[in-house]
C-alpha cells in the first residue's frame, strides 16, 4: 500500500469536490480501491501505486478543465474519467487550443468537447467522407455545422449544403399547412439553429438568399453535382437504400461529405431498410473513408440523456 498528497493549487478547492462534496463523490466512484480524504486543498489517496498514479492525472486533468472552463459539472466528470484515460494522446489533445473550432455569434467558442466530436474534426483534415453515427445529443451534427462553416470561411469550399430525409416519425409533409418551403422547415430547424449560433443574422440571411447556404430534402439532391462544397447529410438513417446511393455519388471535384444519423431511430416504413446502415456494412472496407461511433460518454446535453440512452441500451440488449 502507498500513501500520497495531493496539492489542489490554481482553483477554490470547492469547485473541484462540490457542495458537500458532491463532486468528489462521482470522482471515488471511479476508484473504489482507493481510500480518498479531502481536507481543504490537500488530497490524500491511499491505495497501489498504479492506481494512485491514475487518480493524480484524473484530478490534473480535472483541475486544468475547470481553469480553462470555469466550471466543472458532474456530466463533465464523467466524461473525463471515461475518455482521457486510455491515452497520453487524449490527454494532449484535451489540453490544446487546437480544439478551438470557431468563433460564433456573440463571443459563443465552438469547441469539440468530446473524444468523437475531436476525433471527427481531425478525421476531417485526412478524409472527404465521414459517417458520425451515434444517438441523439452527443454534438454529432452541430459539430459538422461547424466544420462546414469553418471551411466556408476559410474559403476552402464555395458552398454549404445541408440535406435531411423529410421522414420524421410517421408523419407526412401533406398533413403540414403552408408552401413547400414552409412544409419543409420544421424538419431543417436543427440546421438553422446550428448555423444561428456561428453566423450573424444578416449575413445567414444573405448567405441562404445568394444559394451559398443551401438546405433543402434529400429528394432534391437527385441529378446534381455537388462541387467545391462541404455537404451535410444529417438523420440518415431515414435514407432509403436508393437514396443513400444517390447521394453518394453526387459527390463532386473537392467536396467534403459528412454523414451524420442514429439506427435506433429509424423512422422508415417497416418493409423499407435503412440506406444507412446497408452503407456502413458495404462501405467498411473503404479506403478513405471514415467511420466515427458516438455513444453515451458523448452526450452533452442534460444527464438525464446519458441515462435514458443507457436504459435503452440496456433494454436492447
Not at 5 to 25: D, F, Q
Not at 210 to 230: C, E, H, N, Y
Not at 279 to 288: F, M, P, Q, T
Request: neutral net charge.
Amino acid at each position: 500500500m502507498s500513501e500520497r498528497v495531493i496539492e489542489i493549487s490554481g482553483i477554490n478547492p470547492v469547485e473541484l469536490y462540490g457542495v458537500n462534496e458532491a463532486k468528489l463523490s462521482v470522482i471515488k466512484r471511479y476508484f473504489p480501491k482507493l481510500k480518498v480524504v479531502a481536507r481543504g486543498d490537500i488530497l490524500k489517496a491511499i491505495g497501489e501505486i498504479d492506481e494512485i498514479n491514475l487518480f493524480e492525472e484524473k484530478i490534473s486533468l480535472l483541475i486544468q478543465h475547470l481553469i480553462k472552463y470555469k466550471q466543472l459539472t458532474e456530466n463533465n466528470i464523467e466524461r473525463l474519467m471515461d475518455e482521457n484515460g486510455a491515452t497520453a494522446e487524449g490527454d494532449k489533445v484535451l489540453h490544446n487550443d487546437d480544439e478551438t473550432i470557431l468563433f460564433g455569434n456573440g463571443g459563443l467558442v465552438v469547441k469539440a468537447r468530446t473524444a468523437n466530436q475531436r476525433k471527427l474534426v481531425k478525421d476531417c483534415d485526412k478524409n472527404d467522407l465521414i459517417f458520425a453515427i451515434g444517438p441523439a445529443g452527443t454534438g454529432k451534427t452541430y459539430t459538422a455545422v461547424a466544420l462546414a462553416v469553418k471551411a466556408l470561411k476559410n474559403k476552402e469550399v464555395k458552398r454549404i449544403i445541408l440535406t435531411r430525409p423529410a421522414v420524421e416519425s410517421g408523419e407526412n409533409l401533406g398533413f403540414l399547412p403552408g408552401d413547400l418551403k414552409e412544409k419543409l422547415d420544421p424538419y431543417m430547424q436543427p440546421l438553422y439553429d446550428a448555423l444561428r449560433d456561428m453566423i450573424p443574422a444578416e449575413k445567414l440571411a444573405e448567405m441562404l438568399e445568394g444559394g451559398v447556404i443551401q438546405i433543402a430534402p434529400l429528394a432534391f439532391m437527385r441529378g446534381r453535382t455537388l462541387d467545391k462544397s462541404f455537404v451535410i447529410l444529417d438523420e440518415a438513417q431515414n435514407a432509403t437504400q436508393s437514396q443513400f446511393k444517390m447521394f453518394l455519388t453526387r459527390m463532386g471535384k473537392s467536396a467534403k461529405f459528412i454523414i451524420t444519423g442514429d439506427p435506433s431511430q429509424i423512422d422508415l416504413p417497416k418493409k423499407q431498410p435503412s440506406g444507412l446502415i446497408q452503407a456502413l456494412n458495404v462501405l467498411k472496407d473503404v479506403s478513405g473513408i471514415s467511420m466515427i461511433t458516438f455513444d453515451e460518454k458523448d452526450v452533452i446535453r442534460h444527464k438525464l440523456v446519458k441515462d435514458i440512452i443507457l436504459a435503452y441500451k440496456k433494454e436492447e440488449e
